[in-house]
């Protein structure tokens, strides 16, 4: 809490040119950590940010997993980094799967988005498309142990150019009951057959290889 209320003061005094400075009653000192306590790191990114702290936190993520990752997000524009994080993790036997929504808000993104199937089902990452509305959860499990949750997409904008804000949780329970909310969700997803993928019309594939020269824009 206290890491979250010193991003808000920063952000607000960047966005607004003034300098206010943090108060007592808002940054009490921290209290001495109980047993019950759970770990949980913030990782926040924005145009007032020297590094990636975003990109990279998922990227710590996902090479701490050693058996399983799931990931739910609406827009997917990993870039090449986290691409081949994914990759690597499912060519190395990890079980990745990714869930995105059937239908985007917003089309030429979705292009984009579809412009990196290809190496990753190459991969063996599986990957799911929603089908019963929009899905805007942004998660991250690895192994039932870690979890990321936040504001952040798996886009260019949110690892470079938005603020946002992300959680990574250290604690097996609630990551559990993370993992179960994706498994269920996946009910609600149809999986991207990789032979029929491969298969799909060459105008398509054409938008999409656009798109993908435009994803740092997106």
């Not at 559990?176 to 491969?198: G, S, T």
Request: glycine share 6%; aromatic share 12%.
């Amino acid at each position: 809490v206290y890491y979250l209320q010193y991003l808000f003061l920063n952000d607000w005094n960047f966005c607004s040119g003034e300098s206010l400075q943090p108060a007592s009653f808002l940054f009490p000192s921290p209290e001495v950590h109980k047993k019950e306590d759970v770990l949980v790191q913030i990782a926040a990114s924005g145009p007032d940010s020297t590094q990636p702290t975003i990109l990279f936190s998922l990227l710590q993520a996902v090479y701490l997993a050693q058996e399983e990752i799931l990931i739910t997000t609406p827009y997917f524009i990993p870039g090449e980094s986290l691409l081949e994080a994914l990759s690597i993790a499912a060519l190395s036997g990890l079980s990745v799967k990714l869930l995105v929504p059937g239908v985007s808000d917003i089309g030429f993104v979705n292009a984009a988005a579809r412009s990196y199937y290809d190496e990753l089902l190459g991969a063996g990452v599986e990957i799911y498309q929603y089908q019963k509305g929009f899905i805007h959860a942004k998660t991250l499990v690895a192994d039932g142990k870690l979890s990321v949750v936040g504001t952040a997409n798996m886009d260019y904008r949110s690892f470079d150019l938005n603020f946002e804000v992300n959680a990574l949780v250290y604690d097996g329970d609630f990551s559990r009951q993370l993992r179960d909310v994706f498994y269920d969700d996946l009910e609600n997803a149809e999986r991207i057959d990789p032979a029929e993928w491969a298969d799909r019309p060459i105008y398509k594939q054409m938008v999409e290889k656009v798109a993908r020269l435009l994803s740092p824009l997106l």
